[in-house]
């Protein structure tokens, strides 16, 4: 089953910050995130582990909530560059071999 | 390292034809995944590859079908095209693991398929 992504869409100012949360209703495994522009293919994020490890951009934080199955990706002082489509991923596990299920995308656009 | 490149970037093809798309991970990755993306479905698996093996699959019907070579380079065909199988297809590559680890996938720039 999609997880649910959430916000659909923010709009913010060059330096604000934003928060993106991705929510599933199955125990997952991992939650990836994923920044995709238009006309791009999407760019690798963040890893986020069941278990507690993770790995990323350094400029980019996010937390995983496994009792809640939920994912939060912190966006700081946004910058221009920002601007595009976040995805999360998640798996299940198991002998779910690479295969990952997206959220419907949150667009985020940063304004000088 | 060269990243994952696609080939070829854009493809328009007739109903009913057959199509052949073809994905070359990083160096060192034995894992590949194919993904479709369209603006109404978003982006859905379609299978993955680990050392020349299909581990999983996804919900598409068997004209979508796929194949990994010792070198990791892989490729997915479609075939008896319809309308609908118009869609950006993603290929990803990832370390993988004979086990089951997760690793992050690394996304190739795609290729646009225009079914007419």
């Known amino acids: 089953q999609q997880p649910v992504q959430s916000p659909q869409a923010v709009i913010l100012r060059e330096g604000e910050d934003a928060v993106i949360n991705c929510s599933s209703s199955?125990?997952?495994?991992?939650v990836h995130w994923y920044r995709q522009k238009h006309g791009e293919a999407p760019i690798f994020l963040m890893i986020?582990?069941?278990?507690?490890e993770q790995k990323g951009h350094d400029k980019i934080s996010a937390s995983f909530n496994e009792k809640k199955q939920q994912s939060s990706l912190y966006l700081t002082a946004s910058q221009l560059s920002y601007s595009g489509t976040y995805f999360c991923?998640?798996?299940?596990?198991?002998?779910?071999?690479?295969?990952?299920?997206f959220g419907q995308g949150t667009i985020l656009t940063v304004h000088p | 390292k060269a990243g994952v490149t696609q080939t070829p970037r854009y493809l328009i093809k007739t109903r009913g034809q057959q199509v052949t798309l073809s994905c070359s991970p990083i160096?060192?990755?034995?894992?590949v995944s194919w993904y479709q993306q369209t603006p109404g479905q978003g982006l859905q698996f379609l299978f993955e590859?680990?050392?020349?093996?299909?581990?999983n699959k996804g919900n598409f019907p068997g004209r979508f079908s796929g194949r990994q070579f010792s070198n990791s380079r892989s490729e997915m065909n479609v075939s008896t095209l319809e309308l609908g199988d118009s869609a950006l297809y993603l290929c990803?590559?990832?370390?993988?693991?004979?086990?089951?680890?997760?690793?992050?996938?690394?996304f190739g720039p795609g290729t646009r398929l225009t079914v007419t």
């Open positions: 990803a590559s990832s370390f993988g693991d004979e086990g089951y680890l997760s690793y992050e996938q690394y």
């Open positions: 199955k125990a997952l495994y991992s």
């Open positions: 986020l582990l069941k278990g507690g």
């Open positions: 991923g998640t798996e299940i596990g198991g002998t779910s071999y690479g295969k990952l299920t």
């Open positions: 160096s060192g990755h034995r894992s």
């Open positions: 590859y680990f050392s020349e093996t299909q581990r």
